[in-house]
């Protein structure tokens, strides 16, 4: 047997130019071929070609929203360049002649859009050689060898007259290329015991390899303002050239037993070895464990009510493989990155070399992280399979998480790796799926989920109580990091707030007067904010958890309705709970171009029309003039950024779509095809949420980083039209 198939895909982005576009094209073939009866040979391959041109993103002087929403509404940014091609910006508005590289403070945000450059181009294949061999009725053996490879090739470029550092724009190159194989090979034994008692049992090994070369250029100063390639630039730092290699070994072996078609029996065992796992632990064991009873056919129940109904209980570790170098410590010739784009210090300096040590310091006990996991549900249906159900309860405790922790300042090292995490997630899920309608031309299906689910942090480490930023140092900002803290969920944030009641707080010294915060707060409400005899708040000098990104709940709903090859659907789904810091509201509040701003030189009382709540203190009822200096001082992202955590609650209309089925005789006969869809597509279509912000669910550190709930001038998401045709021969 052949399948081939073939895709493309071609998106122009919602930003208008052509700097901001997708394309995904693919070729995929299958084939199978029975050598004799009891083999058959198969295989697959799959070829993909992807790329784009992006628009800059996120807090930097370069990016496309930080300079939009920074200027005031009533400068004009369409006119981004002079008659002899300079660069305006609203902190620069009339550039003469010399002044190319003098710093715009930030970029214009037409010629973030229409100068930079920030391409990709992604080149894929994958695909595996299978085997199936039946030596004998009850003995089955099938052998899969995989190979996964790509190329990615990045480049970013500043151009010529942009603004931060370095000066006169900046090339940055990365070449990415990973390969991975990977070998599985299975044998499965099948048995029986009289009419009743039937089972497997399974053995197998896998054989796993990761290999991937990262190549990383930066080069500084354009010669001339074009071409954005390396070449053309004067200061180049030392290439950084990666590479890592990652083997995995691996033996299970699995055993099942059915009673009756009603009693279902699991066992399997697992057996690790990783070339990332420590000198003293160098093989992990991971059992797992289920059983489940079909209770209706046991209990004889009549099924046009419960047409099925299953009890499960389950119990299962698994593992997950360390970094690559954790065990060593480890010198390198690796540039320094500063803040400022493209801003690098470099360990040689004229043609000297040197070598520096890591800050982080090996661990040669570094084991493999290790999750447990039990989870108990049940399955119904009803109705004669109208209404289907599934409640699942979970109790997950990961335990030896890799954190990195503060080392002695002796040692040299900043931190160390250790197996100090103990992190527990506990929660349920609901499923319900119905039919009400099942006719031959006309249906209706429906769908509800519910998820909930509690985090909590158990331990950092023996002895260790101090929070642990995670998921690492760089991967947050200064006073609005997120954090591993012992009692609170993964990834809480730590930050400074106002002095409030019910904190334990008794003295604060601010502006050399001294403020009785435990006094004021006698029989007063738990968050009460304080107020000095000047009407405004003081600062809570001691740092705390201010925010909490995970969702109280999540759910969704999909609606279909079909009529004849008609079909109309949609799905929503909400997110209730939780919270995102407002970094770009702060951000804006220093500029005066958010909105809120328009109060300024505007009075006020905190407690009844300003920070609305319960308030204590000596400036209770003080009326006070909010400008200026407030959103610059006290009420900006220089200290007190709790004020900026805001509800991420958001219900979304994900998706409508309405499509039709083409089967028609005149298809085959027209087309030579057994079938073809059709169908339209809206995504992302409206939200309902009570965030201030453009999107509270994007997050600066976007896909690759672990924390989230960080809004700083982060493109939300975009809104969609997709048309599809499907064909099928």
């Given at each position: 047997?052949?399948y081939?198939?073939?895709g493309?895909?071609?998106?122009d982005?919602?930003?208008v130019?052509?700097?901001d576009?997708y ?6 073939l299958?084939?199978?071929h029975?050598?004799?009866?009891d083999?058959?040979l198969g295989?697959n391959?799959s070829?993909v ?14 990016g496309?929203l ?6 005031p509404?009533?400068?004009n940014?369409?006119d ?8 305006k ?5 009339n550039p ?7 710093n715009r403070?930030?970029?214009?945000p037409f010629y973030?859009?229409y100068?930079?450059?920030n391409?990709q181009?992604v080149?894929r294949?994958f695909?595996n050689?299978?085997?199936?061999w039946?030596?004998?009725?009850w003995?089955?053996?099938n052998?899969?060898?995989?190979v ?8 970013e ?5 942009s603004?931060?550092t370095p000066v006169a724009?900046?090339?940055?190159r990365w ?11 299975v ?11 039937s089972?497997?049992?399974?053995a197998?090994?896998?054989?796993n390899e990761?290999?991937l ?11 001339a303002p074009?071409p954005?390639?390396?070449e ?6 030392p290439?950084?050239?990666?590479e890592?290699?990652?083997?995995l ?8 037993l059915?009673?009756a078609d009603?009693?279902f029996?699991l066992g ?6 990783a070339?990332t796992?420590?000198?003293?632990s160098?093989?992990a064991w991971?059992?797992?464990?289920s ?16 047409t099925?109904?299953?009890?499960r209980?389950a ?5 997950q ?5 954790l065990?060593?410590?480890i010198?390198t010739?690796?540039t ?5 784009p493209g801003a690098?210090l470099t360990p ?15 661990n ?5 992280e ?5 989870e108990t ?16 309860y979970?109790?997950s ?8 922790l ?14 100090a ?8 899920e ?5 039919r009400p309608v099942?006719r031959?031309n ?8 519910w998820?909930r ?6 331990s950092?480490?023996e ?18 990091g997120?954090?591993?803290q012992?009692?609170e ?8 707030d106002?002095a409030?009641?019910g904190?334990?707080l ?5 502006s ?5 915060i435990?006094a004021?707060c006698?029989?007063?409400?738990e968050g009460?904010?304080?107020l000095?005899?000047d ?7 001691n740092?705390r958890?201010i ?7 999540t ?10 090859g008609?079909r109309?659907?949609a799905?929503?789904?909400?997110r209730?709970?939780?919270q995102?810091?407002?970094m770009?509201?702060g951000s804006?509040?220093?500029y ?9 030189d ?7 029309d ?10 209770v009822?003080?009326?006070v003039t ?7 001082g006290?009420?900006?992202l220089?200290?007190?950024?709790s ?8 219900t979304?209309?994900?998706e409508v779509s ?6 028609q005789?005149?298809v085959r ?6 079938a073809?869809?059709v169908?339209?597509?809206?995504r ?27 809004d ?5 998401l ?12």
């Open positions: 047997t052949f081939l198939s073939g493309a895909v071609n998106q982005g919602y930003i130019s052509d700097r576009k394309h995904r094209y693919s070729l995929r299958n084939a199978t029975q050598i004799r009866d083999l058959t295989g391959v070829y070609q992807s790329g784009g041109s992006y628009v800059p993103r996120g807090n930097s002087t370069n496309l930080l300079g939009a929403l920074r200027t509404p009533e400068y940014n369409v981004y360049l002079t008659p002899e091609g300079l660069h910006a609203y902190r620069f508005p003469q002649p010399g002044s190319q590289l003098s403070g930030f970029d214009n973030a859009l100068e930079s450059t391409t181009d080149g294949v695909g050689a299978n085997a199936a039946q030596p004998l009725d003995l089955r053996v052998y899969t060898l995989g996964d490879y790509y190329g990615d090739d990045r480049l470029g500043r151009p010529y007259q603004s931060g724009g900046s090339v940055t070449q990415f290329q990973e390969r991975i194989i990977d070998h599985n090979l044998a499965t034994a099948d048995y029986s015991f009289g009419s009743a008692f089972g497997a049992l399974t197998g090994q896998n054989l990761r290999r070369r990262q190549v990383y250029v930066v080069g500084n100063s354009l010669v074009t954005l390639k390396l053309n630039t004067t200061d180049r730092s290439p950084t050239d990666d890592e290699r990652r083997r070994e691996g033996y299970f072996v699995q055993g099942t059915d009673w009603q009693v029996l399997s065992l697992r057996n690790d070895g070339s796992f420590g000198v003293n160098q093989r991971y059992p797992k464990g059983i489940a009873w079909s209770f209706t056919r046991t209990l004889g129940i009549p099924e046009d009510v419960f099925f109904g299953k009890l209980l119990y299962g570790e698994s593992g493989e360390p970094n690559l170098y065990l060593q410590d010198l010739t690796a320094f990155a500063d803040f400022s690098e040689i300096l004229g043609g000297v070399a040197a070598l520096y040590t890591n800050t982080i310091r090996g040669a006990n570094i084991k493999p290790r999750i447990g996991e039990l549900g049940i399955d119904l249906s009803l109705f004669q399979g109208k209404t289907d159900l599934s409640v699942t979970y109790n405790d990961a335990r030896d998480v890799i954190l990195n503060p080392a002695a300042p002796s040692t040299g090292y900043i931190s160390q790796p250790q197996n995490g103990h992190i527990r997630n506990e929660g349920w609901v499923t319900l799926n119905l099942q031959d006309f249906g209706v299906d429906l769908g509800f989920n998820s689910n509690r985090n909590e942090v158990i950092l480490g002895g260790n109580t101090a929070p642990v930023s995670y998921p690492f140092a760089a991967a947050s900002f200064t006073g609005s997120t954090f591993a012992v009692g969920p993964l990834g809480v944030f730590r930050g400074f106002f409030r009641c904190r334990g008794t003295k604060i010294t601010a050399g007067i001294t403020h009785d435990e004021a006698a029989g007063k409400p009460a904010l304080y000095a005899a009407g405004f708040p003081i600062v809570d000098p740092e958890v925010g909490d990104p995970n969702p109280d709940w759910g969704g709903m999909n609606a279909e309705i079909r009529v004849r008609v109309l659907g799905f929503v789904e909400t209730q709970g939780g995102t810091l407002n770009t509201k804006l509040y220093q005066g171009t958010h909105k809120d701003t328009e109060m300024r505007q009075q006020r009382t905190f407690g009844t300003f920070f609305e709540g319960d308030v204590t203190g000596p400036g009822g003080k009326v909010i400008g200026e200096g407030w959103f610059t006290l009420g900006s220089g200290t007190v950024r004020q900026f955590m805001e509800d991420a609650s958001i979304r209309l994900r309405l499509a039709y089925t083409f089967d005789p005149w006969r027209t087309l030579g095809l057994s073809m869809d169908k339209v597509a809206g992302n279509l409206y939200n309902w949420t009570d965030y201030t912000g453009y999107d509270p669910e994007p997050s600066v550190g976007g896909a690759v980083l672990a924390n989230r709930g960080i700083w001038f982060v493109n939300p975009s809104r969609a039209w997709v048309f599809s045709v499907s064909l099928t021969r």
